[in-house]
């Protein structure tokens, strides 16, 4: 605990950018107070050490396996599970998170990076095509596979079969265009490179952006070449 507590925010923002969930829980303002350490950032305002440094320390000793071989042997509702617990619940967290950051530093240094508008632009629209389809996996897709596979359809087999099949398509059309905003960000942002004289806030911005697409790529993978064969071989398609 003594070796995070005197780390600065921005090393350890740095190391992951899902840590800002937890300074944001805190209320603190990591951006700001980058050059402090947590200790000197908790004295100031007051929070318990011992809290937020075991917070944080949970979040960097976090490491998925994602090993597609392992990943391989799940049955499809651990997979989900999986999936929920290791990308879903990470989205739902990061997201407001990033959209605040990016529309700070679109805000502020716009009118000299005229780029980071579109940054903005591109990701609030990817943020709300996400969101939204996260949503449809938990509430449609989800549910329909895990009910094929404990063989409980709502319906008859015929047709809880082709209803999947709808909801397959639809999950492949909508990553398809998830990772095309994706890699225009990528694009527009030179593989999330910040420019020399970027200020931290910045920095941190363009981290936590790299994060979440390695994020989404591993996601991306797991249910493109794991999730939908499954489904599809289980319901016969």
Not at 110 to 133: N, Y
Request: aromatic share 8%; proline share 5%.
């Amino acid at each position: 605990m003594e070796n995070i507590l005197s780390e600065p925010l921005f090393s350890i923002v740095a190391q992951s950018p899902a840590t800002g969930a937890v300074l944001e829980k805190f209320h603190v303002d990591y951006c700001h107070l980058s050059k402090k350490t947590l200790a000197e950032v908790c004295a100031i305002q007051q929070i318990p050490a011992s809290v937020i440094a075991n917070a944080i320390q949970k979040v960097l000793a976090f490491k998925p396996n994602n090993n597609s071989s392992d990943l391989s042997q799940l049955s499809l509702t651990e997979l989900i599970n999986y999936i929920l617990n290791n990308y879903h619940a990470y989205l739902k967290i990061q997201l407001p998170v990033l959209l605040g950051q990016l529309e700070k530093v679109a805000n502020k240094h716009g009118e000299k990076f005229p780029f980071l508008l579109d940054v903005f632009f591109f990701f609030e629209m990817w943020k709300d095509e996400i969101s939204a389809h996260l949503i449809y996996e938990e509430s449609k897709l989800f549910p329909a596979i895990t009910a094929l596979e404990k063989k409980q359809p709502t319906d008859n087999q015929e047709n809880t079969m082709s209803e999947l099949d709808k909801l397959l398509r639809i999950l492949e059309k909508e990553h398809d265009h998830s990772d095309d905003l994706m890699e225009k960000i990528k694009t527009l942002t030179q593989n999330f490179t910040a420019p020399p004289q970027a200020c931290k806030t910045f920095q941190l911005s363009f981290i936590a952006l790299k994060d979440l697409y390695q994020n989404l790529e591993e996601h991306l993978q797991i249910e493109n070449n794991l999730l939908i064969p499954k489904a599809k071989k289980l319901a016969l398609l």
